[in-house]
């Protein structure tokens, strides 16, 4: 039977089965009807064409099968990476990301935050700029909400893939203690808000116990952006002999301030950058990052959001141990003449 060109309704199936349009719809559904009859309604409906309304296949299931993504930053091409393969990982699970960017701006993100819950989306995954928020926990009682990096206060998030930054920050700063640098600069976009990840904090800590000269320095992930705090930083006196930065992104804007300065990297500077984007491996030099190991955030995160939705599981929290990449960008610090 040739499809038709306009969109084949349900009536039209029951007419064609001679089953009442409810009929059709439980079975469609699989629901209070025989194995048989609902084969012969999906038979009948595929030969016409039939394709359900997905505003209708949502509130007769209950369930739009898309997750939203909101993004802190998506100019962080380790985010866009990450937004990938979420993406990806949630069609394999035939579900779909509606992915929202908040462009670095926390109210941004609660606005984008609630829109994507009056959108009906079955859970949110969020990489948070402002975990501290009081909306997390009031979006957390009516849909699942799974956060990545950094944990959400009040208790309701189903699930939390967190990163032991403690960790991450001790190799970063252990390495280049061990290279002799005594004189560092940490560049962050981090919140101080930021519960699971207070960067001043660790590294202040780290600070003390190495006995180095470490400066905390907020960097925006744009590449413009980070290159200039990185040409105000690099231009100071004493100038710091290694800079450790938070975000692959923000080394990327290190690395651009050096050549514009007329630095060698690592012999003026040595740079260490913090989410090992596959594009650091081919810098020249390659940069020197801590792994978190991005495949295993995506897999954990999309199977915590899934699992919470079809309501498989309970609340999760798995932490993310880091690996320090050592490449090239980083050597023993030269003596200043």
């Known amino acids: 039977m040739p499809r038709k060109s306009n969109r084949t309704t349900i009536r039209e199936v029951a007419k064609a089965t001679g089953l009442s349009p409810a009929a059709v719809s439980y079975a469609l559904r699989g629901i209070q009807t025989s194995e048989e009859t609902q084969e012969r309604v999906r038979r009948a409906a595929d030969e016409l ?13 209950g369930r739009s099968d ?16 990450l937004a990938t393969g979420i993406g990806r990982a949630l069609l394999a699970r035939n579900r779909y990301a509606l992915i929202l960017d908040a462009g670095g701006d926390p109210q941004r993100e609660l606005e984008l935050a609630r829109r994507l819950r009056d959108q009906r989306v079955d859970g949110i995954i969020v990489q948070p700029l402002d975990p501290s928020a009081p909306l997390w926990a009031e979006l957390g009682q009516t849909l699942p909400v799974v956060s990545i990096g950094d944990a959400l206060h009040g208790g ?19 390495h280049l203690h061990g290279l002799g640098h005594r004189r560092i600069a940490v560049l962050t976009s981090t919140r101080a808000s930021t519960p699971d990840r207070p960067a001043d904090v660790h590294v202040n800590s780290e600070a003390e116990r190495l006995k180095a000269d470490i400066t905390v320095v907020t960097a925006p992930q744009a590449l413009d952006a980070a290159t200039r705090v990185a040409l105000e930083v690099l231009s100071a006196e004493p100038r710091p002999t290694a800079v450790f930065c938070f975000s692959d992104s923000i080394a990327y804007g290190v690395y651009a301030a050096t050549r514009e300065l007329g630095l060698a990297v690592p012999g003026d500077v040595s740079v260490c950058g913090y989410d090992s984007h596959p594009m650091s491996a081919l ?17 954990s995160a999309v199977r915590v959001v899934v699992g919470a939705i079809e309501g498989k599981q309970r609340r999760r929290r798995i932490v993310r141990e880091p690996n320090l990449r050592y490449r090239s960008s980083t050597g023993p610090c030269a003596p200043r003449h």
């Open 49 to 61: 064409g039939y394709e359900a309304h997905p505003i209708a296949r949502a509130l007769a299931s």
């Open 283 to 299: 810098l020249t030099p390659p940069l020197t990052t801590v792994d978190w190991n991005i495949d295993g955030i995506v897999d």
């Open 156 to 174: 309701k998030a189903r699930g939390e893939v967190v990163f032991d930054n403690r960790r991450g920050v001790t190799l970063a700063l252990e």
């Open 66 to 81: 898309m997750v939203g993504l909101l993004c802190g930053s998506l100019e962080d091409f380790w985010q866009q990476t």
